[in-house]
């Protein structure tokens, strides 16, 4: 069956450091990948998504490339702000039956301190 | 665009209490629409997954009777949680896609309902 894992957290930086969630992933097939944010007390916000091998997906300075041969979907970002606080999931999506559901990872909450 | 409504966002009541929670797409047609239970500090563990005009397919351990899903329309989902008990108190979170045949929309989420019963 498809799986996501995504490093542990709480990772805490300090505002400006650089970035990087590692998630890799099992699946049977031609996965589409995601990185979903969830801000306290919210639902979850689509933050970027790559739809097949080397493609990046990218927004608000946050990146991550589809690695086949790797099975991964890496997060990154250059300089982070206090403001990207808040816990980020890697998840795919395949097209087996058809449908759109969604095997999340655990989760890595990100804290950013001044 | 893609906005997901979710009412009410939070929910405190007795139990054995039913509880209704809804989920609009506001500005797209969600054929499908998916329900999740959120527990603190985990995951998103998938519940049901429900197509318009058709019943909802229940993910293993997830009660039907328990939680009942209607999908009556393009734009409108809901969950009841039946005589809700202590147990059932968690977050739970809508999320709605357009299904386009051989492409993975993606999923447009609500901002979560917190029901804490007492």
């Known amino acids: 069956g498809n799986s996501v894992t995504q490093m542990e957290g709480p990772v805490t930086l300090s505002e400006e450091a650089f970035l990087t969630i590692n998630c890799t992933y099992t699946?049977?097939?031609?996965?589409?990948l995601f990185w979903y944010v969830q801000y306290p007390g919210e639902g979850l916000q689509l933050l970027l998504k790559?739809?097949?091998?080397?493609d990046k997906g990218s927004n608000k300075g946050f990146e991550a490339t589809y690695r086949k041969e790797t099975t991964s979907f890496h997060l990154e970002k250059g300089s982070v702000q206090v403001s990207d606080s808040a816990v980020y999931f890697c998840a795919l999506s395949d097209r087996t039956g058809g449908g759109n559901k969604l095997t999340f990872g655990t989760g890595t909450q990100l804290k950013v301190e001044l | 665009g893609a906005v997901v409504s979710q009412h009410p966002s939070r929910v405190i009541c007795k139990s054995g209490t039913s509880v209704k929670i809804e989920c609009r797409s506001l500005d797209f047609q969600a054929t499908t629409m998916f329900w999740y239970r959120q527990f603190p500090k985990q995951s998103l563990m998938l519940m049901a997954t429900?197509?318009?005009?058709?019943?909802?397919?229940?993910e293993q351990g997830v009660e039907k009777d328990k939680f009942l899903i209607n999908h009556a329309s393009l734009t409108l989902s809901t969950l009841t949680v039946t005589s809700a008990h202590p147990e059932d108190s968690s977050f739970y979170i809508c999320?709605?896609?357009?299904?386009?045949?051989?492409?993975?929309?993606?999923?447009?989420f609500g901002d979560g309902t917190r029901l804490s019963i007492l």
């Open positions: 999320s709605a896609a357009l299904r386009v045949s051989g492409s993975n929309q993606p999923q447009h």
């Open positions: 699946a049977t097939g031609y996965p589409s």
């Open positions: 429900s197509n318009e005009g058709s019943k909802a397919t229940y």
């Open positions: 790559a739809t097949k091998a080397d």
